[in-house]
C-alpha cells in the first residue's frame, strides 16, 4: 500500500518563475492538505482540499493556489516565486469520515524542497 | 493567537535515559493534540494523538504523552531511549473535528549519546 507520494523530490527555481509541486494521496484517502516547512521551523498549513474544492486556507497569498483532481490526487502551484519561498513543501492526506470522528489519521509525505535563487 | 510553544531547541540524551519534550498550546478550545517525529529527509510520522478521554496516550515506538488540561500542556515522554530515536520532534494542535488547518510548534531536536 502506497503512502503519500510527491513530486520532484527536488527542485530550483529563480526570483519570479512559477512551480507547480504534486501529492498523491494514500491509497482510499480523499483529503489533501499541503504545509510550507522553512528551514529549522515547523509546518505551516497552506491549505486544503476535499471533494475537488479548497475547504481550508492557512495566512498565504493567492501566489499560492492549489488543485485536487476527480482521482484526490492534487497540486500546488506558487506564482511570482520570492527567495522566501524557499521551503519543504509537505503534502498530507486523509479520510474524511475518519477525521471527522476523530479517528483515522493524517499521513505525510517526505516533501519536495524548493530553493529559490 | 493560536499557538504552540516547544521551550527545548534541542535535547540531548544518553542512550538508555529517559526523556521529556516539553509541549504548550494556546487554543480557544480544547484542540486535538499530536505528537509527529521526522527523521532527516524525511516526512512527518505520527507518534501519538489525544482526542479525548483519558489523558495519558501511548504511542508508537514506546512513546507516551500526557495532556494537563489546566496546564495547557500536553508533554512527550519515553522511559528509556534508542539511539534510533534521535530525530525533530512536533508538537501539533488542530480543532476538533477533522485533521484541518494543524498548528506546529518549532520542534525539539533530538540527538542520543551513546
Known amino acids: 500500500d502506497a503512502g503519500v507520494t510527491q513530486s520532484p523530490t527536488h527542485l530550483i527555481k529563480t526570483r519570479g518563475q512559477q512551480v507547480t509541486l504534486r501529492c498523491s494521496p494514500k491509497?482510499?484517502?480523499?483529503?489533501v492538505s499541503w504545509y510550507q516547512q522553512a528551514l529549522g521551523q515547523g509546518p505551516q498549513f497552506i491549505f486544503q482540499?476535499?471533494?475537488?474544492?479548497?475547504?481550508q486556507r492557512g495566512n498565504f497569498p493567492d501566489r499560492f493556489s492549489g488543485h485536487q483532481f476527480p482521482n484526490y490526487s492534487s497540486e500546488l502551484n506558487v506564482n511570482a516565486l520570492l527567495l522566501g519561498d524557499s521551503a519543504l513543501y509537505l503534502c498530507?492526506?486523509?479520510?474524511?469520515?475518519?477525521?471527522?470522528?476523530?479517528?483515522?489519521?493524517?499521513?505525510f509525505g517526505e516533501g519536495s524542497r524548493l530553493t529559490v535563487l | 493567537a493560536q499557538s504552540v510553544t516547544q521551550p527545548d531547541i534541542h535535547i540531548t540524551v544518553s542512550e538508555g535515559a529517559s526523556l521529556e519534550l516539553r509541549c504548550n498550546y494556546s487554543?480557544?478550545?480544547?484542540?486535538?493534540l499530536f505528537w509527529y517525529v521526522q527523521s532527516p529527509g524525511q516526512g512527518l510520522q505520527l507518534l501519538l494523538k489525544?482526542?479525548?478521554?483519558?489523558?495519558l496516550v501511548q504511542g508508537i515506538k514506546g512513546f507516551e504523552a500526557e495532556f494537563k488540561r489546566s496546564q495547557s500542556s500536553f508533554n512527550l515522554r519515553k522511559p528509556s531511549v534508542h539511539w534510533s530515536d534521535a530525530a525533530e520532534y512536533f508538537c501539533?494542535?488542530?480543532?476538533?473535528?477533522?485533521?484541518?488547518?494543524?498548528?506546529f510548534g518549532a520542534g525539539t531536536r533530538l540527538a542520543v549519546h551513546p
Open positions: 482540499y476535499y471533494e475537488e474544492e479548497e475547504r
Open positions: 498530507a492526506s486523509s479520510l474524511a469520515r475518519l477525521a471527522g470522528v476523530g479517528t483515522g489519521e493524517l499521513f
Open positions: 491509497s482510499g484517502h480523499d483529503t
Open positions: 501539533a494542535v488542530g480543532p476538533r473535528g477533522g485533521y484541518n488547518k494543524l498548528i
Open positions: 487554543y480557544g478550545a480544547t484542540p486535538y
Open positions: 489525544y482526542f479525548s478521554g483519558d489523558t
